[in-house]
DNA sequence: TGTACATCAGTGAACGCGCGTTCACTGATGTAC
DNA sequence: TGTACATCAGTGAACGCGCGTTCACTGATGTAC
């Protein structure tokens, strides 16, 4: 590879390409992992060539940032999807719910440095999941709580909490849930799973060995099931 | 003042002094803004001075962050001690741990720097709450969440989940809460709080008004309050 | 009570490091006629 | 279809910065006799 290399790479490669390290390197360090000099070295490509795609390494950060939170939605959205049962019946309903605050707790267990990079919002450059669809159009994470359910004709809001949204919509329609207690429930139960994610991960919970891990989870997921529903969990097994 | 400056001060102030520069540091950029040189400015010390009380950067951040937790496990006392009513009154048992999550949460919000260092465990040096203690004598944190109240002969547990299994009994106590589902609950209440003071403090709801950030923290505190008890708290005013 | 000496806690100077970022450049690509 | 030229996307070299940390030192403090 000589000069003759000079502009192999297609349209686009090298900005997509140094998202990919960012990405690596947010996967094994978490945010303050991402650094630019070391993702133009990883894409083989000088340093300052980072600049004709981002204005600074906070852009390329908030780009890393984006993706991580769309690798967490696409994860949910997978075992979402991969609970049976028609929209209206009462255990779908309550296994879909399930399976969001699993699929998140997983994440956030098996990817701890993508899971802190998700939120951690860069200083200057917000971002919104949009920026990091492949696929065609998402909506913005409405970080007002203004509330809704992202039916705004921009298809199905497909972040953590419009995902949450749907999941407490059909709990609601199944009759789970009282209606008069729906408006603004996804927060508390959205603080719930994060928190135990953060005190787990990272935080002060973060060396309690694996069985143990695994009774917190069920236990503050029975908690969230109880505290929507009335109803203690059944027992899995 | 010259030379003859050179050990006016008395024994062990350098250290705190740096304990407490590193406190101001954390306090404005969180735990990274702990930069060891910095401090030694603010102390007005030679830069490898610190080495004197610190092996390296690490131990004074642990130092660092062990204090910030210590001020949070305070802000929780005072909290708790403000509220009236003999332990048993079921209207005291609600009102201390509600004030257990309000403290929770203005430390939060009122001092967010402080708050994401005391849950920033440096890498290398674990730290205990007994490090950052100035008073007598305190229990660890028991990460392990093996569980007890922390009656073990090292005082009351005045760590922040140390208080909370303390209201949490007192609920118990006082009949508001099913003794079959004491134990252990501690962790998802804990996991609600800590994960809207994260959410709303750094996370993507931090960009909320503060009117909208305050009904967030009364339907979250109400969440937990209807999950432990099946009742709904009391609207206030 | 006074002296000798070990220890403690600071100074002064320097180090290597890797970072983000800027500048002037050049060759390849795409476009207009 | 071929040529002229603007734009794009890379190179090469360098910058200043502030950091954590190490070294050899020195003066003040506390202790033993």
Same mark, same amino acid.
């Not at 991580?68 to 296994?95: C, N, Y």
């Not at 919104?128 to 409405?142: E, L, Q």
């Given at each position: 590879m000589r000069q003759t290399e000079r502009?192999?790479?297609?349209? =686009?490669?090298?900005? *997509?390409? /140094?998202?990919?390290a960012g990405l690596e390197l947010a996967r094994t360090g978490?945010?303050?992992?991402?650094? /630019?000099?070391?993702?133009? &070295?990883?894409? !083989?490509?000088?340093?300052?060539?980072?600049? &004709?795609? +981002? #204005? *600074?390494? @906070?852009? $390329?950060l908030a780009a890393v940032c984006a993706a991580s939170m769309d690798e967490l939605a696409t994860r949910m959205a997978a075992g979402v999807a991969r609970v049976p049962g028609r929209p209206g019946d009462p255990d779908a309903a $309550?296994?879909?719910?399930?399976?969001?605050?699993? #699929?998140y707790l997983a994440f956030a267990r098996e990817e701890p440095g993508l899971f #802190? %990079?998700? +939120?951690?919002l860069p200083q200057q450059h917000a971002y919104s999941v949009r920026d990091a669809a492949t696929g065609p159009d998402r909506a913005d994470p409405d970080p007002t709580g203004a !509330?809704? %359910? =992202?039916? @705004?004709? %921009? !298809?199905? @809001?497909?972040?953590?909490?419009?995902?949450?949204? %749907?999941? $407490?919509?059909?709990?609601? *329609?199944? =009759? $789970?849930? @009282?209606?008069?207690?729906? *408006? !603004?429930?996804?927060?508390?139960?959205?603080?719930t799973v994060h928190g135990l994610a953060v005190l787990a991960g990272s935080g002060p919970l973060r060396d309690v060995p694996e069985t143990a891990r695994h009774h917190l989870d069920e236990l503050t997921l029975g908690f969230i099931q109880n505290g929507l529903t009335g109803?203690?969990?059944a027992l899995p097994g």
């Amino acid at each position: 590879m000589r000069q003759t290399e000079r502009r192999r790479r297609p349209r =686009g490669a090298v900005r *997509d390409g /140094l998202v990919a390290a960012g990405l690596e390197l947010a996967r094994t360090g978490g945010p303050d992992a991402v650094v /630019l000099r070391e993702a133009t &070295r990883m894409v !083989g490509v000088v340093p300052n060539a980072a600049y &004709r795609h +981002f #204005a *600074d390494r @906070d852009e $390329l950060l908030a780009a890393v940032c984006a993706a991580s939170m769309d690798e967490l939605a696409t994860r949910m959205a997978a075992g979402v999807a991969r609970v049976p049962g028609r929209p209206g019946d009462p255990d779908a309903a $309550l296994g879909r719910l399930s399976a969001i605050g699993t #699929a998140y707790l997983a994440f956030a267990r098996e990817e701890p440095g993508l899971f #802190a %990079t998700a +939120f951690a919002l860069p200083q200057q450059h917000a971002y919104s999941v949009r920026d990091a669809a492949t696929g065609p159009d998402r909506a913005d994470p409405d970080p007002t709580g203004a !509330g809704g %359910t =992202g039916a @705004d004709g %921009t !298809g199905p @809001d497909r972040t953590p909490l419009g995902q949450l949204r %749907t999941a $407490l919509d059909e709990l609601a *329609d199944a =009759g $789970l849930l @009282d209606r008069s207690r729906r *408006d !603004g429930i996804e927060y508390p139960v959205w603080a719930t799973v994060h928190g135990l994610a953060v005190l787990a991960g990272s935080g002060p919970l973060r060396d309690v060995p694996e069985t143990a891990r695994h009774h917190l989870d069920e236990l503050t997921l029975g908690f969230i099931q109880n505290g929507l529903t009335g109803t203690e969990p059944a027992l899995p097994g």
